[in-house]
């Protein structure tokens, strides 16, 4: 089970000056951690640390243990390796994200002919990932230890435990996550620098509306979630109540650095922060599923441009390239709605469970892509829903 399974030693290096310093020290082991995790804290390596205390399986320590810190001068680089022992159910994908590394990595440290084919039992060399951190384009962050850009949350992991041992900041790994509630699961596969952002606002000027019939300068207004007074100013209105149909208005963003987003699902929807939970074929969910009866309206969160598709794994789905330069996905609708220029608030389907989620619950698989990259919708979403 993935519960029990118990990660081998990967050799993540932390740079800690003033633990350097110090040279040799003792630990006592607590419920939870692990001997990656205590070398990390320490600014050593987990080799280093079994030769000082005669460990013969690095994964095997008891809690009570106490344990000899060797000084961390010579501790090993980012180019330092590591040993995990294949378990039930593992594929190549799967192991190495779990070590922030590449197929083609672990591939060329073993002399593996054929990637698809490993076996329970085997013993794989897994160097240190050497993927750049923070080239995203996002947010500045540290780099974590040995050149990670994920981890898969184990057990015993937190938050503090799993930023220890990669050398970053806990707010780091919570911004990166949208860990809002400062909880992680076992499994749930997290990023360890920046994104790329969220969605930017709308360009000055925002988007256009049309007028309906029977809308007003008020409905408009809460349906693009900003002011009668911004409207009316953006158009040269002059008398707010006084609008026409067929009129063009001028929407304006809404300010302070991102757009305000409406709930995918309109009228209620259950759902938590599921970014980055494990799935079937060594994937990880690069959004979040929002639950709700079936025929429940689906709205863009955004004006711009929505496509709809129909497609094996996602059903019906409706792609919506918004006018805040972000692109939204919506996946296993039970209808269409709305397609082509879209405002805010346009129903562009219903929740249902079609493709591969035929016979699940009904949701609304949702994501959201910036730059060409997957963000996690949770922190974005949670205030409008």
């Known amino acids: 089970m993935r519960a029990q399974r118990s990660l081998a030693a990967t050799a993540a290096v932390v740079s800690l000056a003033l633990l350097s310093m110090l040279g040799t020290g003792q630990h006592t082991v607590r419920p939870g951690e692990t001997l990656a995790g205590i070398a990390a804290r320490y ?9 000082a205390n005669g460990i013969q399986d690095p994964n095997r320590i008891y809690a009570g243990t106490r344990l000899a810190i060797p000084g961390s001068g ?3 680089g980012p180019s330092a390796t590591g040993t995990y022992t294949v378990v039930r159910g593992d594929t190549l994908g799967r192991i190495a994200a779990a070590h922030g590394t590449t197929i083609k990595a672990i591939v060329e440290a073993n002399g593996i002919r054929n990637p698809n084919l490993i076996r329970v039992g085997q013993v794989l060399t897994v160097p240190a990932g050497g993927a750049s951190a923070g080239t995203g384009g996002g947010s500045a962050g540290k780099a974590p230890a040995g050149g990670a850009t994920h981890h898969v949350v184990q057990k015993g992991d937190t938050i503090a435990k799993i930023a220890a041992r990669y050398g970053i900041s806990q707010q780091q790994l919570i911004d990166a996550n949208g860990l809002t509630g400062g909880v992680v699961y076992l499994g749930q596969r997290l990023s360890l620098v920046p ?4 969605p930017s606002a709308p360009a000055a ?3 256009s509306h049309t007028v309906a019939a029977g809308e007003t300068l008020s409905t408009i207004a809460r349906r693009y979630g900003t002011t009668i007074k911004a409207i009316a100013s953006a158009s040269g209105i002059s008398d707010p109540n006084r609008i026409r149909v067929g009129q063009k208005l001028t929407i304006p963003a809404t300010g302070g650095g991102s757009t305000s987003l409406r709930c995918p699902v309109q009228g ?3 759902f938590m922060n599921d970014w980055g939970f494990p799935r079937s074929g060594g994937r990880f969910h690069e959004g979040n599923d929002l639950f709700a009866p079936r025929g429940t309206p689906v709205v863009a969160v955004v004006s711009g441009t929505a496509t709809q598709t129909t497609g094996r794994l996602g059903g019906n789905q409706v792609k919506l390239v918004g006018d805040d330069g972000a692109t939204y996905h919506y996946t296993h609708l039970h ?3 709305k397609a082509g220029r ?3 608030g346009d129903v562009i389907g219903t929740v ?4 591969n989620a035929a016979g699940g619950p009904t949701h609304v698989h949702f994501e959201i892509h910036v730059r060409g990259s997957a963000v996690n919708p949770y922190p974005l979403i949670r205030p409008h829903c």
């Open 352 to 355: 249902g469970n079609t493709g």
């Open 43 to 51: 600014g050593t390596t987990t080799r280093a640390l079994a030769e």
């Open 74 to 76: 010579s501790a090993a």
């Open 335 to 337: 209808s269409f709605g």
């Open 195 to 198: 994104g790329p952002g969220t």
């Open 342 to 344: 879209v405002a805010a």
């Open 268 to 270: 209620g929807a259950s």
């Open 205 to 207: 000027g925002g988007t």
